[in-house]
């Protein structure tokens, strides 16, 4: 029987390791029909479509797709965007966004964020995680059950992102809902619904943005907003929409990530509850748990690329043009690269994984993303031994290429079965 897989289906997501797995073994570069996109899932492929932008580029806006009714929907979907947030399609088009650029105009986009999450300045924040993580704590009725999702991995990243950035922390709940629906639209032959929120999500954004943008033009203060509006001269300066996509860019990167890695490694600790006590026992074991998660159940599961010639990758021909679809969380478990990858081991040297990325694109925020994880698992780790979850398994969040928990409802007492128990 030949395989058959729809990388923007949703109906792989729920338990993807199977299915990589048997991918890897069957077909580690395979063309997806209906996307029209090459897959590729072994480790040392993703690594090296990562790494080597002149072969791969980021800017997927290179994507050649044969003419169909669901590319002119998305082509109807473009010229809808470009009415909705009040500018030309071609100035859509045209305008630079971080993660689909390349060379020297990736380099000094990236040069102006980095101003910003310099080791240095991300250290100086601190003292106000710490702050976030012991009022979420403290929050959260131990004595019963709580969400550790809407109760600490959410409000923790979103409120820091949105002081970092310099946007109103009570609007996080808009924010947060903003970022998924446009999340969940973007992705290719995404569904009509989807792509009607996408764009409501995207002109109310942009609207509550603008204003902002305006104003720090006028009163500069000391935040990532009037960062990027002060870089106004030279092939660095930004124009109004490019401002917006920035600021876009760092609302979603900066809370769908953390919040993910931080429930993902809650939800594995609970599955082992031996490493969970040895946790509780030794907190300095954190910075391996955040690695293991990294690499066990990664926050965001594939990149796409664009190939810019006629590339041969395992025999497979991709064409200039053909779009990339590099699996992260499907070379995180590869064996040919780690030992027992389904295992959770936080004891293991996970190096080399590929959570965060590899090359220009590695993920601009992972060390903000590793302090807050660092912050709130340390908080949590006298508890972990003594929890579990309500229910069996947890509500995923499956948005686009993004995995995590959309709610994990814990409680003091004994679940179900664990993977230790069953021998998974």
């Not at 609007?171 to 973007?186: E, M, Q, T, Y």
């Not at 398994?393 to 679940?415: I, K, T, Y």
Request: glycine share 6%; aromatic share 6%.
């Amino acid at each position: 029987m030949p395989l058959e897989f729809a990388p923007y289906s949703d109906d792989w997501k729920s338990d993807p390791f199977p299915v990589y797995r048997e991918m890897r073994d069957e077909a580690p570069v395979y063309f997806a029909k209906h996307s029209s996109s090459w897959c590729v899932f072994r480790y040392d492929d993703v690594e090296h479509v990562l790494k080597t932008p002149a072969l791969f580029s980021s800017d997927t806006r290179q994507v050649n797709r044969k003419l169909s009714l669901e590319i002119l929907s998305e082509l109807q979907t473009a010229l809808r965007l470009s009415f909705a947030l009040r500018v030309m399609p071609t100035t859509l088009a045209r305008s630079r966004m971080l993660i689909l650029e390349n060379g020297e105009r990736h380099r000094q986009m990236r040069n102006l964020l980095n101003r910003g999450f310099k080791p240095r300045i991300v250290l100086e924040w601190e003292k106000r995680i710490q702050e976030l993580v012991a009022t979420c704590i403290d929050a959260l009725d131990l004595g019963g059950s709580f969400d550790l999702v809407s109760q600490l991995a959410l409000p923790l990243p979103t409120i820091v992102i949105a002081e970092m950035l310099g946007v109103e922390v009570d609007r996080r709940i808009d924010f947060k809902n903003w970022c998924d629906s446009i999340l969940a639209g973007v992705v290719p032959l995404a569904s009509s619904d989807r792509r009607a929120a996408m764009l409501g999500a995207m002109k109310e954004l942009k609207q509550y943005l603008m204003p902002l943008v305006a104003e720090r033009r006028i009163t500069p203060k000391d935040d990532l907003l009037s960062t990027l509006v002060a870089a106004q001269k030279g092939e660095a300066a930004l124009s109004d929409h490019e401002l917006f996509m920035f600021s876009l860019l760092l609302l979603i990167g900066g809370n769908e990530t953390t919040t993910n890695l931080i429930t993902n490694a809650v939800d594995a600790l609970l599955a082992n509850p031996t490493q969970a006590r040895q946790f509780a026992a030794d907190p300095s074991r954190v910075e391996g748990i955040i690695e293991e998660t990294l690499r066990y159940d990664s926050p965001v599961q594939y990149v796409a690329r664009v190939a810019t010639k006629e590339v041969e990758l395992r025999g497979q021909r991709i064409p200039k043009g053909g779009e990339v679809v590099a699996f992260l969380g499907s070379a995180n478990r590869d064996e040919r690269r780690f030992a027992y990858p389904d295992r959770f081991d936080h004891e293991r040297d996970a190096r080399g994984h590929l959570g965060f990325g590899h090359g220009a694109h590695f993920c601009l925020g992972a060390s903000l993303a590793r302090l807050e994880a660092n912050t709130a698992l340390s908080a949590l780790a006298p508890e972990l031994p003594h929890l579990s979850r309500v229910t069996p398994e947890p509500e995923l969040a499956l948005n686009n290429a993004a995995r995590g928990r959309a709610r994990l409802a814990l409680r003091r007492g004994v679940s179900g079965r664990t993977v230790e128990e069953t021998g998974r």
